[in-house]
Each structure stands twice: as C-alpha cells, then as structure tokens.
C-alpha cells in the first residue's frame, strides 16, 4: 500500500492545492473580527454574567400570562389593520412608480426620478420612518399605515421594475403593432408575464408588513407593539412572553394564509410552462 | 397554454371551476379585509388636518442638517453600527451553519432532525430584531452586545433556510462518488458539498449584511447600540437637525453598503 501511493505522489499534483489569497482573506476575518468585538466590549465574562441574567429573565417569563387580554386583542387586531391597509396602500402606489422605473418600457427622464423614491423609500427601516410619520400625523394607527406603505412602496415598487424589465417584448410588439394604446400595451403586454411573479411579492410583502406592523408600535404608531415595549418596560415578562407568542401566532397563521393563496395563483402546472 | 382546437370540444376554460371559485375567495376576502380594516381602524381626524403644517414644520427644524454634529456625536455610533451588521452576520452564518445542514434532507436523513432545525428557523425568522435586541437587553444590559446578538439571531433562520435549500439543490453525483471512495463524513461536507454550496453562499451573506446594516440602524431605539442611540438621543431632545444629521448619515451607509455588495457579487459571483 505504502509503495502504491508514494511513487506516484512526488509525480503527481497535489489535488486540493492551498489557495494563499483566499487563507489571507480568512485571516484579515479574524483579525477584523476580534478588532470589532473589543471594540464592541463583547467579552466572555460579559457574557457568562449574561448567562446568569438569561436564566432568571426566562424563569420569570414563563409561565406565560395574559394579564390584559383586552389590550392585547385590541393591539393584535390594529397590527392586522396596519398590515392590510399599509400593503394596499403601497401596493396602488408602487405599481406605477414600478412601472415608470423600468427601463425598458420608459425613457431615462422618467425612470430616474422613480427609482430615486424607490432607493429612499427602501434605505430607511420601517421602525424610523415611523417615527417621522408620529411626528406629522400624531400617534396612532395612521402612523403605522404610512410608514409600511413607504416601506412597501420601496419593496414592491423595485422588484416589480426587476420583472418588467425581464418580460419578453415580442408580445408588447406584438400588442402594440395592432394599434393598442399605451394603456392597452401596459393590460394586455406586460401585466399578464409579471402577474405570478407580483403574486409573488405582493404575498411576501403582505407577510413582511404584519411582522413590522407588531414592531411599528414602539415609536407609538400603533399596533400591539407599544403594548410588547409598556409590558417591557414595566417588567412584565409573563405578559411579554404571552404578547411574543401571541405574534408568533399571527405571523405563522398569516406565512400559511399567504402560502395557500400562492398556490391558489401559481400552480405548479403553470410555472413549469413559462 | 392548451387550447383545444376541435370544434365539438365544450368551450376551453382556462382554469377549473374549483380554481375559479378559490381565486374568486382570495379576491373576495381581500377586498372585505381591506373595506373592514379601514373602517375599523382608529384614526383621530384632529390629528390629520394639521398634518400638513406638522410636516412643514418638521422640514423646517431639520434644515439646515446639523453637520457639524457628524464628528463628535455620529461618526462613533456609525462605525459601531457596522461592527454590529458585520459581526453579528459572522456569528449568524457560524450558527446557521449546523442548522442549515440539519434542515437540508439530502445531508441529514433523519426526518425529526429535519422538523427540529425547521423549527429553530422558523423561530428565529419569526421574531422580529427589534423584539431580539429587546430580549437581549433584558439579558445583557444595554450595549453593542445586545445588538449585535439580536442581528446573529435574527438572521439565523434567514441564513439558515437558504443554505438547507442550496444544500438540497446539490448535485448528488458528486456525493456519491466521494462516499463510494470511502470518504469521511468531513470530508464529503467540505470537498462535495461546499464547492457546490459556495457561490450561493456568499451570495447569501452578502445580501445578509446588507439587510443587517440597516436593521442594525434601528437597534439603538431599544438600547442596544449602534447609530440608533444617537438617534434616540436626538430626538428626546427634539434637536431635529441632528436628526436629520443622524438620517444622512444611515442613508449614506445604506447606499454605500448597497454599492458595495453589488459590485462584490458582480467581481465574485
């Protein structure tokens, strides 16, 4: 054995040679990695004594306790509110902002304005938008409604432009060599090849909105998150582990609602012919 | 599409009848989920007449951008966002890793192990970072290491799925070939699966950091570090041209992070 493998070695390349850039790159990882966590105090006894912390914070949050079941049905339904509304919202505005940012449909002057409000709308996480919104329409819902509908704007609004810059245009050619208006171009060409693919989004989206919407309430605007942050700060773990799994809850039941509807409009058959 | 062409066929309809009466469903509870939402919401009209003006006058006290207050106030509390983004990635993927492989069917054969790491993935996706970072300030106290937990753990099952689903996409050839020569199980991971997995890999850590530079923005609203923090300061005191400062700030690392990881993706992938 030890005859067999040794002649032909020496003649032989190695089969897995050492790749000197990529082991350089590993190690400046390293580097940077222990660089940013002193500089980020993340330290072992730090964490040991949060270990501690994480025992005594998990006991007093079990068994979970609905202390307010009126407050929390009433946060939760606002979070579903927000979610719908903001979805609706967002997606009547981004569709033609989607429409008017694709290049191969529009000219330059106009797909650059709409995808400049498409990349403000995405750059800003829902949660600070919202505090702006608090500050223009007061407290509340409305709040909420707004500021996922910017984020839902600069969600759909891009991969919407992604797709219809994807479509064939031998049919919108086709479509517009009989003489249809723009209108009629836009129904009849290029709605029909993006319509599984925004089935698509506008379900991720609806599902996207209700975990922010939970999240909105924070800053105050509206939704079962402000109930989530009061039970926090007053220390009320059991009621903060019963809101946490009441979200859950409604986020899981919502991923199989959007789930079921996207079979409804994406059957397999139809996928596999496109 | 198949349409019949035979004149005696009955007329082509393109879809069944249970399919027409589901879309007719999803459309139906749409529109009444829309129509009871906005009747049902609360929302003080008093508040939206003077919307306008509120607007206005948050434009006005933001401008112009408190620029000065970049070095001293920003600039630290940006850097430790980043830190936060690009650490709490690292300990993700670390993390994730092991899910990933347990949740993939083709690497791990056993179905309850399957289901488990489903479950830790689902569990993580579902909880918001916000609710994470206020978890870990429970925890840890306030500070960068709450943040940059709550990024690692919120982005587990994000890393996590998409690895499982690469893994399964693997050629099984390769595997075969390497187990038939009596490879050991490492083996077969780093020499069968991860030369397959990896561009999808990086791919996926990249568009990772990139969702956590801005989720780790927001962070500091709850206390756990970050630029969020300066944020939060700025706004108690209702010193709106740092906010706006503040905002510029986000925005420009927003779009750099952007730029950056696509010109990456296009260099290596």
């Known amino acids: 054995m030890a005859a067999l493998s040794a002649a032909p070695a020496a003649a032989r390349e190695a089969p897995f040679r050492t790749n000197l850039p990529l082991r350089a790159a590993w190690l400046a990882l390293a580097a940077y990695l222990v660089y940013a966590m002193s500089l980020l105090e993340i330290t072992w006894p730090r964490f040991m004594i949060g270990l501690d912390n994480g025992a005594k914070f998990i006991g007093r949050m079990f068994p979970p306790n609905i202390a307010q079941p009126d407050t929390l049905l009433k946060g939760l339904t606002e979070s579903l509110e927000i979610a719908v509304l903001a979805s609706f919202l967002g997606i009547m505005v981004s569709l033609p902002i989607g429409l008017l940012a694709s290049r191969n449909l529009m000219p330059a002057w106009a797909t650059w304005p ?40 600069g969600f759909i609004g891009k991969l919407f432009a992604e797709a219809i810059e994807e479509i064939s245009l031998k049919q919108v050619e086709a479509v517009r060599a009989t003489g249809a208006p723009f209108f009629n171009v836009i ?11 925004f089935i698509g989004f506008v379900t991720y989206q609806l599902d996207s909105n209700l975990r922010n919407s939970t999240m909105v309430g924070i800053v105050g605007a509206g939704g079962i998150g402000g109930t989530l942050f009061a039970a926090f700060q007053r220390f009320d773990y059991d009621f903060v582990c019963a809101i946490l799994l009441s979200i859950i809850g409604m986020i899981m039941a919502g991923e199989v609602i959007a789930g079921w509807v996207r079979g409804v409009f994406l059957d397999r058959g139809k996928v596999d012919e496109e | 599409m198949n349409q019949g062409t035979n004149r005696g066929a009955p007329a082509w309809r393109r879809f069944t009848p249970a399919q027409r009466l589901a879309r007719f469903a999803v459309y139906l509870a749409l529109v009444a989920g829309i129509v009871a939402s906005a009747q049902t919401v609360e929302i003080i009209p008093e508040f939206l007449y003077d919307a306008p003006e509120q607007m206005q006058d948050l434009f006005r006290r933001m401008w112009p951008i408190a620029f000065y207050h970049y070095p001293r106030g920003v600039h630290d509390a940006l850097m430790e966002t ?10 993700a993927i670390l993390m994730a890793f092991p899910v990933g492989l347990l949740a993939a ?4 054969p056993y179905r309850p192990l399957n289901y488990l790491a489903k479950l830790i993935l689902v569990s993580s996706r579902s909880v918001n970072s916000l609710v994470w970072a206020l978890l870990f300030v429970a925890v840890f106290g306030p500070g960068a290491l709450a943040g940059t937990l709550a990024i690692a753990f919120r982005s587990i099952g994000f890393v996590g799925k998409l690895v499982g689903e690469a893994l399964e996409e693997a050629n099984p050839g390769t595997i075969e070939a390497l187990n038939a020569a009596g490879a050991p199980w490492f083996s077969v991971l780093s020499k069968g699966y991860w030369p397959q997995l990896e561009p999808a890999f990086w791919s996926i850590a990249l568009f990772r950091w990139d969702i956590n530079v801005r989720e780790s923005a927001v962070l500091g609203l709850v206390g756990a570090g970050g630029i969020g923090m300066a944020l939060d300061t700025a706004l108690n005191l209702f010193q709106w041209d740092r906010v706006a400062m503040v905002l510029t700030a986000i925005f420009g690392v927003v779009i750099l992070a952007e730029i950056g990881v696509t010109y990456i993706r296009k260099r290596i992938i």
Do not use: D, E
């Open chain 2, 82 to 91: 980043i830190h936060i983004a690009s650490v709490g990635t690292v300990l």
């Open chain 1, 187 to 197: 129904t009849y060409g290029v709605l029909p090849q993006v319509f599984s693919r």
């Open chain 1, 114 to 153: 709409a995808r400049l409000v498409i990349v403000l709308c995405r750059s800003f996480h829902p949660v600070i938008v919202a505090i702006l919104f608090v500050k223009a329409v007061g407290f509340g819902a409305l709040a909420g409604i707004l500021a996922l509908s910017v984020a839902s704007v």
């Open chain 2, 105 to 108: 069917r083709n690497v791990t």
